[in-house]
């Protein structure tokens, strides 16, 4: 018996699709170009000069992903948002260690490689670049048949920034009375989704359906663009305010503090002190989620913690001026108290989520 002749085509991958994305998404990549650019898209790696005039620099790197949101993005066609996530992700990581984002790659795989989705995805990565000062320096794209549902797609991504040795933001300066300064979020970033999916699946709830406590639709409140902070972080450095910083994702606030916190301190959070978004409170109450599963799960509406010295509320709030990311109200702060017995961080006030 004679079977038909194979080829990579009849299982399922496209070599000449593969091959066109290069020139396809060339003209997107070069409008993040940074001067220490070497060479262009195409090659088998990205050169990247280090910047000049670091005495001491270090390399500062991070990986990360966009989640499960992709599964929620993919229902409302909104591929830009999964593309800025998935940088916006890796930098706020890069920009918690004190470091400028230099340049960042990206790795995309679909079952069956769909071209106009993909540069979606990069034009929304290469915005995301621009707002940070980073160059989108390469990637790589794969097309695996029978591996990933149809329709669906799988992004990560790594940013590579650069900071002066001796001023790296390690949280070693950290000191009891510090404040904890906290920069708005734009809703749960990427952090939560399969408990998002779950409530959203479970109760019957459409992405489309309209919610007066939400000002609009539950996609446009889920499914904004992560925050990022670039901006606001550099102006806190450049004033020599930051001793550490948290960027808040899975494990919430009390989670993600922990990594920063030094041995013999914790963190003192007083709910009620910075707006919740509505999100959160209609999250809680359609899916009866307790307060602390909550707050163990989700950013809360502070997508980035700095830690400040005691007295500077002021200069902080000044020095962040005009950048993007609107702080919570600098007047009424958080601190580092004197550790507990068995505790890191705690959460005091009443209330709730919201």
């Known amino acids: 018996m004679t079977h038909p002749e194979m080829n990579y085509r009849k299982a399922g991958v496209d070599l000449e699709g ?3 994305v290069p020139g396809r998404l060339a003209p997107i990549v070069r409008t993040t170009y940074r001067p220490e650019v070497l060479g262009g898209l195409g090659g088998f790696a990205g050169s990247f000069r280090v910047p000049a005039g670091y005495r001491n620099p270090v390399l500062v790197a991070s990986t990360d992903g966009v989640g499960t949101k992709l599964a929620l993005l993919a229902q409302v066609d909104r591929p830009e948002v999964a593309g800025h996530d998935l940088v916006a992700m890796s930098v706020n990581d890069v920009l918690a260690m ?3 984002p230099l340049f960042f790659l990206d790795y995309y795989a679909s079952s069956k490689l769909e071209m106009g989705l993909l540069e979606r ?3 929304g990565a290469a915005e995301a670049c621009r707002q940070a000062g980073c160059t989108l320096l390469g990637g790589e794209t794969a097309e695996m048949p029978g591996f990933y549902l149809e329709g669906l797609y799988e992004l990560v991504g790594m940013a590579v920034g650069v900071a002066e040795e001796d001023r790296l933001i390690d949280g070693f300066d950290i000191r009891p009375g510090d404040l904890l300064v906290g920069l708005a979020s734009s809703g749960p970033h990427c952090n939560g989704f399969s408990l998002i999916r779950r409530v959203l699946s479970d109760r019957g709830i459409s992405l489309q359906t309209r919610e007066e406590v939400l000002g609009g639709t539950v996609a446009d409140a889920l499914l904004a663009p992560t925050t990022l902070y670039v901006s606001s972080v550099q102006a806190l450095s450049r004033a020599g305010l930051a001793r550490g910083i948290a960027h808040i994702t899975g494990g919430g606030l009390l989670g993600n503090l922990k990594r920063i916190v ?3 301190l914790q963190a003192v959070v007083r709910r009620g002190s910075w707006p919740v978004p ?4 209609f999250l809680q109450e359609v899916g009866e989620v307790p307060a602390r599963e909550m707050e163990s799960v989700f950013n809360m509406g502070v997508g980035l913690v700095v830690i400040i010295p005691a007295g500077q509320a002021k200069k902080a709030s000044e020095s962040s001026k005009g950048v993007e990311s609107p702080s919570i ?3 009424r702060l958080w601190r580092l108290m004197p550790r507990l ?4 961080s705690q959460i005091r006030g009443g209330g709730g989520c919201a």
């Not at 509505?278 to 409170?281: D, V």
């Not at 017995?341 to 890191?344: A, D, V």
């Open 262 to 264: 030094p041995e013999g």
């Open 341 to 344: 017995p068995g505790r890191l």
């Open 121 to 123: 995805v990069v034009r």
């Open 329 to 331: 109200p600098w007047e």
């Open 18 to 20: 593969a091959e066109s």
């Open 98 to 100: 004190g470091a400028d």
């Open 278 to 281: 509505s999100i959160f409170s």
